[in-house]
């Protein structure tokens, strides 16, 4: 068959001398198989097991050593844990888990491992090509001082009147963090964009907006930045701080291929009604690829979220639709200055959308709200059905009447999401509806809105130990409140909080149960 | 046209709530808006300074020949003691409904409550409680077409505060939609969202 390609991770020590007496004997290797020999399986991370579907692969197994056979102790256990988790990321990416595979064998096991080599091989070529379309390669340009003195203009940035106040709101100044947006901005103005310390400073940036809010020049740093990132991103291929090694990035990326058929949607409940015909489409986002992907950490459940949001619309006699092959908005492309994928990506959505004849959408994560009601019409496409977040269809019910909470004897404080707090249209909304819950008290104090402390960390991009000491002073001050219920309502600020909780040695003095609104809303309503 | 059947309301309340302007919005919506034939009997005198106010609505699609209500087919109540004066002439299968804060219920009769002088109250006029009775009355009894009530609202009320009426209008009448949806899922077994 033409151009399987397969990739196989082979072990240094075990499985590699098997594979080396296989060479010896002259015995018949795949010819699809492309050998990639490493240390131990165990560095293999789930980022780079899915890089190799990403860059084109067919199939990639990871052949390592025994258990216990393992020079390094851990590795066939990590092994383990990777493969399951990233075949169960390919399955709902619609690839299919068989196209991953795990392999362990002692040094003298020669035949074994030709005999797997040749079946995965077979395997793979019966499931044909991978639908996924590697990303075209692009030529790097140089930076021109127009295109950045373009940009600085565009945002006012050089009317900078030094005064300091953004550094002040700054979430990363205030961790402790050597960070200024007015430094930053001086020495862009300066020239020395091209200084690693810079491009460093660009990647930290949280693009929280919360120096936005308080710039009396009125410099929209997010907007600023997020420009920045995109002209960086095709300049050179340097370092883009990346978390979790560029998975999540490589995840959307992949998903701009046309003909990927991803599965999202394979476990949803079976009390949740949908109604395939209808005009409404509920767009649910990435939490299903969330909790494969921290399913040994955090106890994240984002699904949750999905299925309560289906539920509170079924509540209220709302039975919309979902999309068969659901995408993401591509929020983190777009963020980490990948324009060209998040374009490929909001396009394929809203043909989709389009293509059934959907009025209104209705999303409960606030990236995918922002994204598809005011970055896809910013960057050019063509939004012409009605972008709702479910907290306006959940006001706007729960304030006809005739529905009550049921008391909740404890007291909440909630954690403000900057994709909410950037939409003008919901960001009063979480307040109102924190305000119709019947807890037993709610720590109103920590509502900040325009200066409340961030999650630490964005689009999946510079995460560092200053991101960790931010949620670690977060929970200490939702702690601080006396209240043991977190409210959040972004699943991203759930992962981020949770991670901070599983620190060895802060970890019981911060951990604290956390809930999203949508779920809490879900568990307390009810018609009176 | 189908014949509707003949509906005998009393609404009821303190003096100074809008008891009989209510009423007159209703016969005004059935006859105006509805084509159809209605009276309005008020109470009148001290009642209308203080103490339980009263008035009584026919709406028939023939002619109406006597306008006085002894056992009426709805019975709106937003004060206790026009609750109790009342509560025993309505029909056995005539529907109750009352302003949830001011009448408290010893026994429980099946009734269909609203907050209405808090939901007016938080609208900013206490005063607006009766027209938001109004709407809750007609999603729960489909008395009147609602937009025959709109029309008679807009005409009744003082100038400048149609759209604040209208508005309670329609907070009354979401209300009460939501409160036979409520019921139809309770019936079903549903009343939560996870059970």
Redesign the interface.
């Known amino acids: 068959m033409d151009n399987i390609k397969i990739i196989v991770f082979l072990c240094n020590w075990g499985p590699h001398a098997a594979f080396q007496t296989m060479q010896e004997n002259h015995d018949q290797i795949p010819p699809e198989v492309k050998m990639v020999r490493i240390p131990c399986i165990g560095r293999i991370s789930k980022a780079l097991l899915f890089k190799a579907f990403e860059m084109g692969a067919d199939g990639v197994a990871l052949v390592g050593c025994q258990s216990g056979g393992c020079r390094y102790g851990s590795g066939t256990v990590n092994g383990e844990i990777n493969t399951a988790d990233t075949r169960e990321i390919i399955e709902l990416l619609g690839l299919g888990k068989e196209r991953m595979r795990l392999a362990t064998f002692l040094p003298d096991q020669v035949e074994k491992l030709h005999n797997f080599l040749t079946s995965f091989s077979l395997d793979i070529k019966q499931m044909g090509p991978s639908p996924i379309l590697p990303d075209a390669p692009f030529k790097a340009h140089s930076l021109s001082f127009e295109k950045i003195s373009g940009i600085l203009t565009k945002y006012n940035a050089y009317g900078c009147q030094d005064c300091g106040k953004c550094t002040s709101a700054c979430p990363l100044a205030l961790s402790g963090k050597t960070y200024s947006p007015r430094l930053l901005v001086n020495a862009i103005i300066g020239g020395e964009l091209e200084s690693e310390a810079v491009k460093q400073d660009i990647w930290s940036c949280l693009t929280c907006g919360l120096c936005y809010q308080i710039c009396p020049s009125d410099v929209n740093f997010p907007a600023f930045i997020g420009d920045l990132r995109a002209e960086i991103f095709y300049a050179d291929n340097s370092e883009r701080h990346q978390a979790h090694g560029g998975f999540f990035q490589s995840l959307m990326r992949s998903m701009t291929t046309p003909a990927l058929k991803p599965q999202t949607y394979q476990s949803i409940p079976e009390d949740v009604e949908i109604d395939q015909k209808s005009d409404t489409l509920f767009f649910g986002g990435c939490g299903p690829y969330f909790d494969v992907f921290f399913q040994n950490h955090y106890r994240v459940n984002s699904s949750s979220i999905i299925h ?1 949001g289906l ?2 619309l ?4 709302i039975k919309p639709g979902i999309m068969e092959h659901e995408r993401c908005c591509g929020h983190d492309l777009l963020w980490t200055g990948d324009h060209r994928n998040f374009l490929k990506l909001a396009r394929l959505n809203v043909e989709a959308v389009k293509r059934r004849g959907i009025k209104e959408l209705i999303t409960a994560c606030p990236e995918c709200y922002r994204t598809i009601a005011y970055d896809y019409p910013k960057y050019g496409i063509d939004v012409d059905f009605k972008v709702t977040h479910l907290y306006e269809i959940l006001e706007n ?1 729960i304030d ?4 009550a909470f049921k008391t909740l004897d404890q007291k909440i404080t909630y954690q403000d999401a900057c994709r909410l707090n950037s939409s003008p249209e919901i960001k009063d909304l979480p307040g109102k509806l924190l305000s119709r819950i019947k807890a037993r008290d709610f720590a109103e104090e920590n509502i900040h809105q325009q200066t409340s402390v961030c999650c630490g960390n964005c689009a999946w991009t510079g995460c560092d130990a200053f991101s960790k000491a931010l949620q670690v002073k977060k929970l200490r001050q939702a702690r601080g409140t006396g209240s043991r219920l977190l409210i959040t309502s972004c699943p991203k600020c759930q992962v981020h909080l949770r991670c901070a909780m599983e620190d060895p040695l802060l970890g019981p003095e911060l951990i604290m149960e956390i809930t999203d609104l949508t779920n809490l ?3 307390t ?4 | 046209m189908v014949k509707q059947q003949r509906k005998e309301v009393i609404i009821t309340g303190f003096g100074g709530q809008g008891i009989v302007l209510a009423g007159k919005i209703l016969g005004m919506a059935a006859v105006l808006g509805d084509k159809r034939q209605s009276t309005l009997v008020q109470s009148y005198g001290p009642e209308s300074r203080g103490g339980a106010c009263c008035a009584q609505v026919i709406i028939s699609d023939d002619t109406i020949q006597y306008p006085y209500i002894t056992c009426p087919d709805i019975l709106v109540c937003m004060s206790q003691s026009a609750f109790e004066k009342y509560q025993a002439q309505l029909k056995p299968e005539g529907v109750l409904l009352t302003d949830r804060d001011l009448v408290i219920m010893d026994e429980q009769k099946d009734h269909f409550s609203i907050p209405a002088t808090r939901i007016a109250e938080d609208l900013g006029r206490k005063m607006m409680a009766n027209i938001i009775m109004i709407g809750f009355t007609i999603a729960i009894t489909g008395l009147i077409s609602s937009s025959a009530v709109r029309e008679s609202i807009k005409s009744s009320v003082p100038p400048g505060t149609d759209k604040l009426n209208l508005k309670a209008f329609s907070k009354g009448f979401d209300y009460g939609m939501a409160k036979l949806k409520g019921l139809r899922k309770k019936a079903s077994g549903r009343s939560g969202v996870l059970i």
């Open positions: 309560d539920r509170l079924n509540f209220f006699d019910e006809k009447g005739a529905v809303i879900a568990k309503i009810y018609w009176e």
